[in-house]
């Protein structure tokens, strides 16, 4: 069964800090990863996302998250976080087939201090 | 916004009862999926449909049925209720091989 993990429940920093979000995942096949993100009072929506070819995507807002599949691992990075990006981190793991069952881990909460 | 809209936001049932909520998927999209989203948890894969069928299904126990329509909109109808119903339910639809999933705002659903 596949399954996703986030290390990181609640981050705090301050703004201009860098940022990175841990998330490893298991499953046996290929796999496409996604983040989203929840701002406060908003839907859950797209950040990011990896399919294919290279392993560093760029998302909205500044942010990038990188494939290594080595390590199972899609971690999430910003190089300078902003107040505005207080949310909710979700992974999610999707595999490369036509069932689409997809499995989110339990999400980053992230705070940044003005 | 995501055009994905869901209805009845909030509702609160008591235990053994029957809840029908519902989503309309963004237009284009053909594939539907839900999730229910306990607090403090991430979202959690129930089913996802494709052309009215049932394309995949997690771990949730037969009392979990859903449908889906021509236009794509759909339905997920959860009897006997049980307190540990009681949940955020999150619908997404997608175009069919993209994998990228577009939310509604979710339906919270109480059970006392």
């Known amino acids: 069964a596949q399954s996703v993990s986030q290390h990181n429940h609640h981050v705090i920093l301050s703004e201009a800090a860098s940022l990175e979000l841990g998330c490893n995942y298991s499953y046996g096949g290929t796999v496409n990863l996604f983040w989203y993100v929840q701002y406060p009072g908003q839907h859950l ?3 990011l996302k990896y399919f294919s070819g ?3 995507v760029k998302g909205i807002k ?3 998250a990188e494939f290594i599949k080595s390590k199972f691992s899609f971690n999430l990075r910003k190089p300078s976080v ?3 990006d207080t949310a909710e981190y979700f992974c999610a793991v999707i595999p490369n087939t036509n069932a689409g069952k997809s499995t989110f881990g ?3 909460t992230l705070t940044v201090k003005p | 916004e995501t055009g994905v809209t869901q209805s009845p ?3 609160i049932k008591t235990r053994g009862q029957q809840v029908t909520l519902r989503c309309s998927s963004q237009s284009g999209h053909n594939t539907v999926s839900w999730y229910q989203q306990a607090l403090g948890q991430g979202p959690q894969f129930i089913f996802q449909y494709y052309r009215e069928e049932e394309n995949g299904r997690g771990n949730f126990p037969p009392r979990f049925s859903g449908l889906q329509f021509p236009n794509y909109s759909s339905e997920l109808n959860v009897n006997a209720l049980e307190l540990d119903d009681s949940a955020l339910y999150l619908c ?3 175009w069919r091989g993209t994998g990228e ?5 979710g339906s919270r659903l109480t059970v006392l």
């Open chain 1, 62 to 64: 500044g942010f990038e």
């Open chain 1, 82 to 84: 902003q107040w505005s």
């Open chain 2, 101 to 105: 999933l577009f939310f509604g705002e």
């Open chain 1, 54 to 56: 290279d392993p560093l």
């Open chain 1, 45 to 47: 929506q797209l950040l």
């Open chain 2, 9 to 11: 936001t909030h509702l």
């Open chain 1, 106 to 108: 339990d999400g980053t």
């Open chain 2, 92 to 94: 997404a639809s997608s």
